[in-house]
């Protein structure tokens, strides 16, 4: 059975700083794209960060901000989140995608960025 969770979410103050990591059971994620994405109160879902084999991207609002990470040795994915803004509040979300089409997500974690 795959299952994708993630934690690190919570409430900090503006310009402080998380850690989102995302673990997989029943799946290697090795070199498979994994994506975060959020989602926000009456908002659709916007892509935040990607890591492939190749290399990683960032969403401008994001960009020298965040930063996405793999440990292999921990099948786990990190976004480390610095200079935190309101408009960061969102609920984050994990995808792996395995193969073409075949994609696993978890049930998020909270980020609430807040004075």
């Known amino acids: 059975q795959v299952q994708v969770v993630e934690s690190g979410g919570g409430l900090v103050q503006p310009g402080g700083s998380l850690r989102l990591s995302c673990t997989g059971s029943g799946i290697i994620f090795g070199n498979k794209p994994m994506t975060w994405y959020r989602q926000a109160d009456g908002k659709q879902r916007e892509l935040v960060a990607y890591i492939t084999m190749a290399r990683t991207g960032y969403h401008d609002s994001v960009k020298g901000r965040f930063t996405i990470s793999r440990d292999a040795a921990k099948n786990t994915v990190y976004l480390q989140m610095d200079s935190l803004k309101p408009e960061d509040t969102a609920v984050y979300y994990c995808?792996?995608?395995?193969?073409?089409?075949?994609?696993?997500w978890g049930q998020g974690t909270q980020v609430t960025v807040s004075s």
């Open positions: 995808d792996v995608q395995v193969g073409d089409d075949k994609h696993y």
